[in-house]
């Protein structure tokens, strides 16, 4: 099982950016489909964005089209997300998420321990 360690959460004002880390442990990193995940209070976690290994295809959240972009360096066992343009309701605990095949919205088999996204208004 794949291990990830997200990092670059913060607190940001609303118009502004983040970019969120995801550092992989594991032998074919390579070969994961990597997603985004977060989670507000009080509401069920959602998806967010999605990368195949190849980084061809990408995958995301309609409320997130347009602003985030995921992206992955293999060589550096990393995924990433860049978010501009937040909104307060983008507030969130964001979580990275691996998994070998499958749909890339759903069913992930390895999650980070989150990183804080706060946006003030």
């Known amino acids: 099982q794949v291990q990830l360690v997200e990092s670059g959460g913060g607190l940001v004002q609303a118009g502004g950016s983040l970019r969120l880390s995801c550092a992989a442990s594991g032998p074919i990193f390579s070969r994961y489909v990597m997603g985004w995940f977060r989670q507000a209070p009080g509401k069920e976690r959602e998806f967010v964005a999605a990368i195949i290994w190849s980084g061809d295809n990408t995958y995301y959240a309609d409320s997130v089209k347009g602003r985030f972009t995921i992206s992955r360096d293999n060589t550096k066992n990393t995924v990433y997300l860049q978010m501009n343009n937040l909104k307060p309701e983008d507030a969130a605990v964001y979580y990275c998420?691996?998994?070998?095949?499958?749909?890339?919205?759903?069913?992930?088999?390895?999650w980070g321990q989150g990183t804080q996204v706060t946006v003030s208004s």
């Open positions: 998420a691996a998994k070998s095949r499958g749909i890339p919205t759903r069913n992930y088999d390895s």
